[in-house]
């Protein structure tokens, strides 16, 4: 019998609402070269001397608003899924970070110590969409830290399900109570990256961004193509919810910078939306799995107030997945399928 054990991997979180937790938060995460991708010692110049020191107070004032007497939302969200998951597996389940605790570290050395002959580690990074500064990074985190230590079990990796039907299915499924009443659009609103990550993950280096409808062409660079991918995950839950063209639309949050990020920038759409007699919004986060800083205080809070300030009526927005039944029972069968996959590879 193989041993394996179950990881489940989301972004992170800072300790409390604090500047004092926050600064090494954000020096952590920022300096990642896959976040910000710049020469490293201007990369610490700008994080540790120009960006932490001003954003570290602003942050801690917005993770102020969502906090919970159980802690941070992402991290409590992440918790409980991981307890529902367990009761469908007989394989332990664990959860980790990328930035912040429980470490990936950390939890490697519990996963190894706790089940003594591990021979396989099913990673699950809780990131529908590829992209360098998300799935690339948590990923390639895990296979540094678990080459590093020695570790004799396989690693296997759930790739990118943003076409998943099971998923299309639960996001749908997650929607559909909200479009019962009456509401003039629903914007899809994903996490941004910069133009030129799309560009780095390109494997072919000729496609994205320089082959006209490039997102729309088929080619091996989609694979890696953040921009395909949430285009993909847009029109397939708008087919799933029988949504017309001109009822649904997708945009870009939490831009950081001066420099092109993939658009429409949401903050720019909330604010044109009532200009053009959309009045009756509703906004759903399909990057994030679990609610967190960028949906529970960007979008329903900052955002909300962004559209009813231009002249809109009714702002809603609708949860991410978290715990719902049918987004566990997904996760369970992608989790399934690979376990399937290297029981017949072995």
């Not at 699950?124 to 079990?153: F, I």
Request: with cysteine; net charge neutral.
């Amino acid at each position: 019998m193989r041993r394996t054990a179950i990881l489940l991997m989301n972004l992170g979180s800072p300790d409390s609402p604090t500047r004092k937790n926050l600064k090494p938060y954000l020096t952590e995460f920022l300096m990642d070269e896959r976040v910000i991708d710049i020469n490293k010692w201007l990369r610490s110049f700008l994080v540790k001397g120009i960006i932490v020191p001003i954003r570290s107070g602003k942050s801690a004032a917005k993770y102020k608003t969502v906090w919970t007497p159980q802690g941070s939302p992402l991290v409590v969200l992440t918790k409980q899924l991981t307890a529902l998951v367990q009761q469908q597996f007989a394989e332990p389940v664990y959860f980790c970070m990328r930035y912040g605790n429980p470490s990936t570290k950390q939890v490697l050395e519990q996963i190894h110590a706790e089940n003594f002959g591990l021979d396989n580690l099913v990673l699950v990074p809780l990131y529908p969409h590829y992209a360098m500064s998300s799935y690339e990074t948590a990923v390639e985190q895990v296979k540094q830290v678990h080459a590093h230590a020695g570790y004799t079990s396989t690693l296997q990796i759930v790739p990118p399900f943003y076409n998943n039907q099971q998923y299309i299915q639960s996001l749908a499924n997650s929607i559909e109570p909200y479009i019962q009443k009456p509401f003039d659009h629903i914007l899809f609103s994903y996490h941004g990256i910069p133009e030129r990550h799309v560009r780095k993950t390109d494997c072919t280096r000729q496609h994205c961004f320089q082959v006209t409808d490039c997102c729309n062409i088929p080619s091996a660079a989609h694979a890696f193509c953040y921009r395909h991918q949430v285009i993909e995950t847009t029109e397939l839950v708008a087919h799933e919810l029988g949504l017309q063209p001109h009822q649904f639309s997708y945009s870009f949050q939490s831009r950081l910078g001066t420099d092109e990020w993939l658009k429409p920038y949401t903050a720019k759409q909330l604010k044109e939306f009532p200009k053009q007699g959309i009045k009756k919004l509703l906004v759903v986060c399909p990057a994030f799995v679990s609610d967190c800083l960028e949906t529970l205080e960007e979008i329903a809070e900052e955002g909300r107030e962004d559209f009813l300030h231009a002249g809109g009526e009714e702002f809603t927005f609708i949860p991410c997945l978290n715990t719902d039944e049918k987004w566990i029972q997904t996760l369970v069968e992608i989790i399934e399928k690979i376990q399937h996959q290297q029981l017949v590879n072995a």
